[in-house]
């Protein structure tokens, strides 16, 4: 069973668009989040949610929008997309407590991500 | 602002030797650090960590070595199989509210048969 989920797995679109990702993990974690790799192969964090609730939201354009219905589930939408959003999003959870930060006993598990193409 | 710092791109080994992938960091306040695997067209999957409070965590071939002091770990692989060809990512966090764990680029590790 494969433990974090996302899809599509490739999503080619125009400028323009919106489009969402969806993702969902079975593994009773409680935090969840989006990472985008760009070009130069970083990994970035732009959003963390924890039991639904937003904890971190890095610098990203506000035409990203993530939604968590529940804390299985954690979906981004992005408006009119740009050809710089064309990169590989990858959706992970782990457990982590709110107030201290990091449970060292639960690493980030990742689905096997999303690759955008804005053309 | 590059936190963690994977300078060198890509490693080949000969199957059966030692894969070193060395990783640095410039924050001083990063002190649990990570190791991950990603083959192509999956996601990263976690290999090894290790706290500050360590110099050394080993788990089967895998061994993760710290030097605080100079800001720098390594992932040693012994003995390297075929198998292990894959992109490693070092991360690291600090502890702390709302920490995230901030990546490095990834080292493409190849171990020839």
């Known amino acids: 069973d494969t433990a974090v989920s996302q899809t599509p797995k490739y999503l080619v679109t125009q400028m323009g668009n919106d489009k969402s990702i969806k993702c969902e993990q079975n593994?009773?974690?409680?935090?969840m989040y989006w990472y985008k790799q760009d070009s130069k192969k970083f990994l970035k964090i732009m959003f963390s949610?924890?039991?639904?609730?937003?904890?971190i939201n890095e610098t990203v354009p506000n035409r990203f929008s993530p939604k968590s219905p529940d804390k299985a589930h954690l979906n981004l939408h992005i408006n009119s997309l740009e050809l710089g959003d064309s990169a590989v999003y990858f959706c992970?959870?782990?457990?982590?407590?709110?107030?201290?930060?990091?449970?060292?006993?639960?690493?980030?598990?990742f689905g096997n991500g999303t690759r955008l193409t804005v053309t | 602002d590059q936190q963690v710092k994977q300078n060198s791109p890509s490693l080949s080994v000969q199957e059966g030797r030692i894969s070193i992938l060395n990783c640095d960091y410039t924050?001083?306040?990063?002190?649990?650090f990570l190791w991950y695997k990603k083959y192509p067209a999956e996601g990263p999957t976690f290999l090894i960590s290790?706290?500050?409070?360590?110099d050394k965590n080993e788990d089967g071939r895998f061994t993760v070595f710290l030097n605080k002091s100079a800001k720098h770990l390594s992932l040693h692989i012994v003995p390297s199989q075929p198998g292990d060809s894959a992109v490693y990512f070092c991360?690291?966090?600090?502890?702390?509210?709302?920490?995230?764990?901030?990546f490095g680029k990834g080292i493409t590790l190849s171990v020839r048969p």
């Open positions: 992970a959870s782990s457990l982590q407590a709110r107030r201290t930060g990091w449970s060292y006993n639960s690493p980030l598990h």
């Open positions: 593994l009773g974690h409680d935090t």
């Open positions: 949610y924890n039991n639904k609730e937003l904890i």
């Open positions: 924050n001083s306040m990063f002190d649990y």
């Open positions: 290790i706290s500050s409070i360590k």
């Open positions: 991360a690291a966090s600090s502890s702390g509210a709302n920490s995230k764990l901030t």
